[in-house]
């Protein structure tokens, strides 16, 4: 969910089943470290489409499990929403089976999300709401991350123009 919708920690911990209804997910709460429930970071709930392949993940952990149509989505042992920081230990022991670095920390997955919105030229207010950020400045500066291919990407575009206006005239503006 962190990587295909952008999530936080405790937006992840916080989710109940009925929270995730046609096709999106519905961010209404936070799971703080100390377990109680409060408003998500930005203050304001928000919904997020959810991807094809979230769509499929989804279906296939929810029948794995007993109908739960008021309980937690993400479960401790027991019968309670997982903290955050449990969801962290469980990141740490189960990233090396995950094709991550072995120093990918939990909270990566969110910066994904965000470079991969901006890599398929997602408006940055659209991202910026997508996140649940207070400032499209947040969203591009901490969150989008430009690698190398995405400049020879950039390139490649600029290449196309000039291929389709060789003529094209110089401009100081």
Not at 78 to 98: E, F, G, I, N, V
Not at 138 to 167: F, K, W
Request: proline share 8%.
């Amino acid at each position: 969910m962190m990587m295909d919708a952008g999530l936080r920690r405790g937006e992840v911990c916080a989710l109940t089943w009925g929270d995730i209804r046609d096709g999106c997910i519905h961010v209404r709460h936070s799971l703080a470290r100390d377990g109680t429930i409060c408003p998500p970071k930005c203050g304001s709930s928000r919904i997020i489409p959810m991807t094809a392949r979230l769509r499929r993940w989804m279906r296939i952990y929810a029948d794995s499990l007993p109908p739960q149509p008021d309980g937690w989505y993400v479960l401790s042992a027991a019968p309670t929403p997982m903290y955050p920081h449990s969801l962290t230990r469980w990141w740490a022991r189960h990233r090396k089976d995950l094709p991550v670095p072995n120093d990918f920390v939990l909270h990566q997955l969110r910066h994904t999300y965000c470079t991969s919105l901006a890599r398929a030229g997602v408006h940055p207010s659209v991202m910026q709401a997508l996140m649940g950020h207070s400032t499209e400045r947040m969203t591009l500066d901490v969150y989008c991350h430009v690698q190398t291919a995405d400049a020879v990407g950039a390139i490649a575009m600029l290449d196309t123009m000039h291929q389709n206006a060789p003529d094209a005239r110089l401009t100081h503006d």
